[in-house]
């Protein structure tokens, strides 16, 4: 809609500076409905930033309330260019030494005889190739006939449901320098390649079981490793039923070298875990503490200020750091007795010593402090709790404080819309009635008012 514009030439009135003066007056109760809406907004902010940390802090607890958690092995190589390991929980604490005799080798069977190019026909006429892997294998055949290339012929075997990958191999030769290899896709002893029927002309071993033929390129083998004086075989390279929980990753046989296995705690990745959620705890107190005063020089109050759903919230997270774990033995049911101490604000300090003292000395009475036990709940599933009912969606503390903000700053929103719409229509109104009164006013001016004496 247009603005009508009233020059006040006729009156000598500022006239636009008197209708934006009583625009500024009528104006007032909406600067005050946006000061509350600013004043929502930012405790909103400041509430989804907090419900934010506490999810942080649900997950840093949520690695630490199950006895899971503190159940992790870790192992230590002393030289992993031999082997490498994969441990699990199940895994039993304890030393051991190790040799690496030979490496588990996959069996490589080549063609007697090569030919001049991959479309070279390697039958004579029709037949069959026929190879199975291990003596007691499944046999499976190839139907050949005199237009099979070797091309073809390394395609058929890759498509049979076998345990065997052919591959053609320019061996530079003058002549019929391509030649077919048979590979084992499986390594040990039991998986030798053999070939019970050749009716083409690539002049493969037949029934070779003892694998007397050169054109054995690499005989199968298993893996010998010695542990601890007992020497064992296995088909694989990876090992996973040597030592209890713990898989072994064979990389390289070195007779001459013992190799040292060790299986401890992981105390590591516990500490790790300890310290996030101390971490996580300080982001809380921290950010609580930094929106939570009161300016008495210019009356101003942080967004957290005087919110009785954060003093119970920091409240009930000190408790849990104070109040010691029910059910537990004296010299191990607080946060405390780890190396955790509260400072002055708040927050908390970890003596990273005292904490691993305690893991070497005690892991057992560690764990029942922060996990959820038979008849106790410990420092993390509390934690956990606390944090998990602040922040659920729909019912949670935080959530509910800021669903009631949101529905407040929407009221406000939909009241300062309704007066901004007022304000126009007055405005409206003020122009129509000076641009009256200027024109009034003119209508006077050009009267020759000679005329009417």
Not at 143 to 166: C, G, Y
Not at 237 to 265: C, I, M, R, W, Y
Not at 283 to 297: A, L, M
Not at 378 to 393: C, M, P
């Amino acid at each position: 809609m247009a603005t009508l514009t009233v020059s006040g030439v006729s009156s000598g009135i500022d006239t636009e500076s008197l209708i934006q003066q009583l625009l500024q007056v009528e104006r007032i109760p909406v600067n005050r409905l946006e000061s509350q809406k600013t004043s929502y907004e930012q405790k909103n902010a400041a509430f989804t930033d907090l419900s934010s940390k506490m999810e942080a802090l649900e997950s840093a607890a949520d690695a630490l309330r199950l006895s899971t958690s503190f159940g992790g092995k870790e192992t230590t190589v002393s030289d992993e260019t031999i082997f490498t390991t994969n441990v699990s929980s199940s895994a039993i604490t304890g030393n051991y030494t190790l040799t690496v005799d030979q490496l588990a080798l996959a069996h490589k069977l080549q063609a007697g005889t090569g030919v001049a190019a991959t479309s070279t026909t390697i039958a004579s006429g029709s037949g069959t190739f026929t190879l199975k892997v291990g003596e007691s294998g499944t046999e499976y055949s190839v139907s050949v006939d005199a237009t099979t290339t070797l091309e073809e012929f390394k395609t058929a075997i890759n498509d049979l449901d076998v345990e065997v990958n052919a591959v053609i191999i320019n061996d530079g030769s003058d002549t019929d320098p391509y030649q077919l290899v048979l590979s084992s896709t499986n390594t040990g002893e039991d998986n030798k390649i053999i070939i019970t029927q050749d009716d083409t002309d690539l002049g493969f071993p037949v029934n070779d079981t003892t694998l007397s033929s050169a054109l054995h390129l690499q005989d199968p083998q298993d893996a010998e490793i010695d542990i601890d004086g007992l020497t064992v075989y296995r088909s694989s390279n990876t090992v996973t039923d040597l030592v209890s929980g713990v898989s072994l990753f064979l990389h390289k046989a070195d007779p001459t070298t013992s190799v040292t296995l060790q299986v401890n705690e992981d105390r590591d990745s516990i500490k790790t875990a300890i310290e996030t959620l101390v971490s996580s705890y300080n982001d809380v107190i921290n950010f609580i503490n930094s929106r939570n005063n009161y300016d008495t020089e210019d009356n101003e109050a942080d967004p957290l200020y005087g919110e009785g759903t954060v003093r119970s919230l920091a409240r009930r997270m000190s408790s849990i750091v104070s109040t010691g774990v029910s059910g537990l033995p004296d010299d191990m049911k607080a946060l405390s007795q780890i190396g955790v101490s509260t400072n002055t604000d708040g927050t908390l300090s970890l003596d990273s010593s005292e904490l691993q003292d305690a893991l070497d000395d005690d892991l057992e009475g560690v764990t029942d402090l922060f996990v959820n036990g038979d008849s106790t709940e410990g420092v993390a599933e509390q934690f956990y709790q606390l944090a998990r009912t602040a922040t659920r969606t729909g019912d949670g503390d935080l959530a509910i404080r800021m669903d009631g903000l949101s529905d407040r700053i929407s009221d406000l929103t939909e009241k300062i819309e309704e007066q901004e719409a007022a304000l126009e229509r007055y405005e409206e109104r003020l122009r129509a009635r000076f641009a009256s009164l200027e024109s009034l006013i003119a209508s006077f001016q050009s009267t020759d008012l000679s005329a009417l004496s």
